[in-house]
């Protein structure tokens, strides 16, 4: 389970660029859901994925783990029980190594990093397996530079990294974006296997309001820094994307947008 | 024939060092100044031991050990203290060059007469009995040292702590999504790289048997240079590994340096060729890369 307790959150305190983002924000994510999270730009969407990653720290307030609070954790250290893929399909992979160290580093995740060999051949056959589960024929390609993939084959190669190991949470930010409309199709479609397989807790940040809808077990919407719809199981089935486009433009009325 | 066997043993003695800025120029994306107080550091450390009696094969570990230390140093002003990378290289250099006046006790200190890796008793009865290689005797046991450090630093980069150092210059974001620290990659690839170029002075300090404090000016030019030439030969002769054409760089650059000497040049114009030989270097291989974008 994740907690997110009374967190603050200014930016550029004591500046005339002050701007307070989260005053007192709370979320609790129970295990294994699929938490959908939708809202404009600004509201506080990524700043929470960075708080709970450990990218950026909150001023006051507590992310807990189960319980344990993780608050004085350095990024590095959460990221060892969570998978994080990124918007950008770059920062998921190392462009100028092959899809088979890249699979590599990522299968030795929480191991040691020490003199072994980096590359295991043994396990080669199986991450063969995990790229035909991908349906890209990526498998023919293990020795590719993953710098010379499309954006939609390295955001499913980053995908499938941030997953191979057992892990707590899955951080979904943006991930399919910066993808075409059948490629971003393809990544939710893998993401909702990855995810049901694993039963893995996921956060997943998107602004496709058709992808909040069909996918995940939880909807939530975010504006100036705090939640201001959370629909959960049947209430949340019977959302589809108008209804949330219509609440995204009383809020920008609001606004004065 | 006398003026390729010394280019071959200037080249493969500064390749080693190369090497090293291999790992933090290219793989690590850290223009690494340390160098021009690393090498005559590893200079003046093997000269000051052999002269007080150590064996010279145990000056080249030893010297590699404290080579380490000084990029542990480079990294920590670096990674915890978050100077910028260029900065935290002239403060170690500067630093250095003291350090170094300090090991040696004055500013030049020769070794003519004692035994070092390349004139010993064991190498020249070696080398004695077959007299057709009696000249290359400095440039074969240089080959052979360099080919082990190449090999070894082949097997490491093959690691998992390799692929991590590669990953790091290539996207860090992903070595934090695997859980680790960044900064500690950097700080053990910058350990790695500094070893080597002491190792490298070390070497040199025996081939040259004298050090000077004035010896590494201009050490990380030449480092870059070399690992520039090697890279850019690499585009075209790609069956090569990119640690093999570094070697090569090296040589080809003190080669073009002995040429330039040749061509009427004074040796007090080194200095002059190797920034001038390295600004030509690096204009011809942007414009190459200019040109595959295009």
Not at chain 2, 19 to 48: E, H, N, S
Not at chain 2, 148 to 172: C, E, F, P
Not at chain 2, 187 to 206: D, E, H, K, R, W
Request: net charge positive.
């Amino acid at each position: 389970m994740l907690e997110l307790k009374s967190i603050y959150k200014n930016y550029n305190p004591g500046s005339v660029n002050e701007m307070c983002l989260f005053d007192d924000f709370n979320l609790t994510v129970p295990d294994g859901q699929f938490v959908a999270v939708v809202g404009s730009n600004g509201s506080g969407k990524t700043s929470m994925l960075n708080i709970i990653c450990g990218s950026i720290q909150a001023d006051r307030g507590e992310v807990l783990v189960n319980g344990v609070n993780i608050s004085n954790e350095r990024d590095y250290q959460r990221h060892r029980t969570i998978g994080r893929v990124y918007q950008d399909p770059s920062k998921g992979t190392c462009p100028s190594m092959n899809i088979l160290e890249n699979m590599s580093i990522a299968d030795n995740k929480g191991k040691r990093y020490g003199l072994q060999s980096g590359v295991n051949h043994k396990r080669k056959d199986y991450y063969r397996e995990l790229l035909k589960g991908l349906g890209l024929g990526l498998e023919d390609k293990l020795y590719t530079k993953v710098g010379s993939l499309s954006g939609g084959q390295r955001q499913a190669v980053a995908l499938l990294m941030s997953t191979m190991t057992p892990l707590e949470f899955l951080i979904l930010d943006e991930h399919t974006a910066a993808l075409d409309p059948k490629t971003a199709d393809i990544i939710m479609e893998l993401t909702e296997k990855i995810v049901r397989e694993k039963k893995v807790t996921t956060i997943m940040v998107t602004h496709n309001l058709r992808y909040a809808t069909e996918y995940g077990d939880r909807l939530l919407m975010m504006h100036e820094g705090s939640v201001i719809l959370d629909k959960a199981g049947e209430e949340k089935k019977n959302m589809n994307p108008e209804q949330i486009m219509h609440l995204f433009n009383e809020i920008s009325v609001e606004c004065g947008n | 024939m006398a003026l390729i066997v010394s280019v071959l043993e200037q080249g493969l003695c500064y390749a080693i060092m190369a090497l090293g800025m291999y790992i933090t120029y290219k793989i690590l994306d850290f223009p690494d100044m340390t160098v021009d107080g690393g090498f005559p550091f590893g200079i003046c450390l093997a000269v000051v031991m052999i002269r007080a009696g150590v064996q010279p094969i145990l000056t080249l570990p030893i010297c590699f050990t404290a080579g380490c230390l000084i990029g542990v140093c480079t990294g920590i002003i670096h990674v915890v203290f978050k100077v910028r990378d260029l900065l935290a290289g002239i403060i170690m250099m500067t630093g250095l060059y003291s350090v170094n006046l300090r090991i040696a006790g004055r500013a030049n200190l020769p070794m003519y007469d004692y035994y070092t890796i390349f004139d010993n008793r064991l190498m020249n009865g070696i080398f004695g009995s077959i007299p057709v290689l009696a000249k290359f005797q400095s440039v074969i046991i240089l080959v052979v040292i360099t080919a082990v450090v190449k090999l070894i630093l082949d097997w490491y980069l093959k690691t998992r702590s390799g692929l991590m150092l590669q990953a790091v210059g290539d996207n860090d974001v992903l070595v934090t999504s695997m859980g680790v620290d960044r900064g500690k990659v950097r700080i053990t690839g910058l350990a790695i790289a500094n070893g080597l170029v002491a190792l490298s002075g070390a070497i040199y300090a025996q081939q040259q048997r004298y050090f000077d404090v004035s010896m590494g000016t201009g050490t990380a030019v030449i480092g870059l240079a070399s690992v520039i030439i090697g890279t850019a030969l690499l585009k075209k002769l790609s069956f090569f590994k990119v640690t093999t054409s570094v070697v090569i760089g090296a040589i080809v650059y003190k080669a073009c340096v002995a040429i330039a000497i040749k061509c009427g040049l004074q040796s007090t114009d080194l200095k002059l060729i190797t920034a001038v030989l390295f600004l030509v270097i690096l204009i011809i291989t942007r414009d190459r890369k200019r040109k595959v974008e295009a």
